[in-house]
Nanobody, 118 residues
Framework: QVQLVESGGGLVQPGGSLRLSCAAS????????MGWYRQVPGKQRELVAS????????AYADSVKGRATISRDNAKNTLFLYMIRLKSEDTAVYYC???????????WGQGTQVTVSS
């Protein structure tokens, strides 16, 4: 089992920036990739950014390319998402995800609300 705990959400003004954190614990040795997803009411959860554990390959949704950076601190088992030039469309609940290929398990955090508004 893997436990994920997000932090860093809140109210941000348009054009502002934020950094989300996700602390991973438990059986994390089997995780091959981690990512950030977001969801607004009535819509499907969508991938924002992902990063592979071994070779640190990153991928971003078109909507955040150039504005988001995903990174990991391996020593602290923490995943980060840094976003700049925030827009109202970035308002959502952001979820941390970890994938374990051996068991095909997807682990999720509880989510953190990000609201972009003046």
């Amino acid at each position: 089992q893997v436990q994920l705990v997000e932090s860093g959400g809140g109210l941000v003004q348009p054009g502002g920036s934020l950094r989300l954190s996700c602390a991973a614990s438990g059986s994390i040795f089997g995780i091959s990739s981690m990512g950030w997803y977001r969801q607004v009411p009535g819509k499907q959860r969508e991938l924002v950014a992902s990063i592979t554990v071994r070779d640190v390959r990153t991928a971003y949704a078109d909507s955040v390319k150039g504005r988001a950076t995903i990174s990991r601190d391996n020593a602290k088992n923490t995943l980060f998402l840094y976003m700049i030039r925030l827009k109202s469309e970035d308002t959502a609940v952001y979820y941390c995800n970890a994938f374990e290929p051996v068991t095909s398990s997807n682990y999720w955090g509880q989510g953190t609300q990000v609201t972009v508004s003046s």
